[in-house]
Structures are given as C-alpha cells and as structure tokens.
T-cell receptor, first 119, second 112 residues
C-alpha cells in the first residue's frame, strides 16, 4: 500500500513555456501533499505544503506565482511551473502523508520524481 | 540554526559486512527521526521511524539507534548486499509536526 505516482517522469521544454506535474496517491487519501525540489547530491528542499481544498503554504524564497499548486481532490495535487527558465531545471518530487483518526502521520510516501529540463 | 549532518563522502564496503551510516544534528530536539533510501533518479522510500523515547529499532537487516544525548542516530545494514547500494537520508521531525527536515544523505556502495 501507500503508493504515490507522478506524471510525467521526465519533461523537456522550451524556455517560457509552462509545465504541469501531477502527483497522485493511488491507494490512500492524502489530505496533505508536499512538493520538493532536489539538485544533484543535495538535500530535498521543501517548496510547499499542499492541503486539499485550500491554498498551498509556500516555504520562504519560493515564488508562489512561479510554482502554482492545486490540490483539488484527496488523491491529486498538481504543480505548474509557469514560464519556465533553464534555472528551473531540477528534479521535482512530491510526497503524501496519510491520516489516522484525523491526525496526519509522520511517514511520507514519495512519488518517483519528475526530471525537468528547460532549454 | 538547526543543522543535520550526514557524511558527504560515499561509504564503500564489501558485500557481507555491516554498513553503518551516521546522522548528527545540532540545535534541534527532534521528537522522531526517520531513515529513507533513495536510488538515483527516484523518490525516497521510507525505511524506519524511531521516536525520541526509543533507543533502538530493527527491521529485518536494518537497525537504527537514536541517542538524544549525543544528538546522533546510527543506521546499520547487516549482511550488506550490492542491492543495498543507494543514498540513505535521515530526516528529523519535531513533536506535533509531520513535516520532517531532511539531511543531504550518504551514498552507500556495496562491492561484490
């Protein structure tokens, strides 16, 4: 159980275009999902926390107009990189937490990641 | 500020030996600590969670210790196999928080 999928796994786009990445929890409901960014040999950097039915909470330094997050259902969150530029090229990973008794659990279940390359 | 330290140098060991990875932290009093495995180009996979009131936890060939006095966790893989080669991340979380902070990870390479 606790499977999280991400789509696409890899995307190459031209500078100035927008890219949408989907994150789905396949066998559990995730009221909360997270979006991370990871550069080679670096730690996971939390970008934002996505709560179903409400606005995402962005970490300091992350532009909310640049990285649009939508969490429309209990199993789907999307990250849209708007007007992408080469410096946005990175590995984007989502994760989800389950809920027990109304309390979010500590274990995060990660998607396989999306490699974005902006030319 | 809070700091999580994992050895940036890769750990190379021979198959069959026990691998031991270290996670040190400063300016932090975590309520729990997690270990994840990450393969190249993939998302992390949860392995173990240990709470501040637990000294040790085991799962198959894995063992985690948590010393809140030393501010350190050790992650052991016994009878290591080449398939255990990956990057291992530790993550620390505060009480009441389900959003842990991740370390940079240590790469483990098990040679046949």
């Amino acid at each position: 159980g606790a499977v999280v999928s991400q789509h696409p796994s890899r995307v190459i786009c031209k500078s100035g275009t927008s890219v949408k990445i989907e994150c789905r929890s396949l066998d559990f409901q995730a009221t909360t999902m997270f979006w991370y960014r990871q550069f080679p040999k670096q730690s996971l950097m939390l970008m934002a926390t996505s709560n179903e039915g409400s606005k995402a909470t962005y970490e300091q330094g992350v532009e909310k107009d640049k990285f649009l997050i939508n969490h429309a259902s209990l199993t789907l969150s999307t990250l849209t990189v708007t007007s992408a530029h080469p410096e946005d090229s990175s590995f984007y990973i989502c994760s989800a937490v389950g809920v027990a008794g109304g309390i979010p659990q500590e274990t995060q279940y990660f998607g396989p990641g999306t490699r974005l390359l902006v030319l | 500020s809070q700091k999580i330290e994992q050895n940036s140098e890769a750990l190379n060991i021979q198959e069959g030996k026990t691998a031991t990875l270290t996670c040190n932290y400063t300016n932090y009093s975590p309520a729990y600590l997690q270990w994840y495995r990450q393969d190249p180009g993939r998302g992390p996979v949860f392995l173990l969670l240990i709470r501040e009131n637990e000294k040790e936890k085991r799962k198959e060939r894995l063992k985690v210790t948590f010393d809140t006095t030393l501010k350190q966790s050790l992650f052991h893989i016994t009878a290591s196999q080449p398939a255990d080669s990956a990057t291992y991340l530790c993550a620390l979380g505060s009480g009441g928080s389900y959003i842990p902070t991740f370390g940079r990870g240590t790469s483990l390479i098990v040679h046949p």
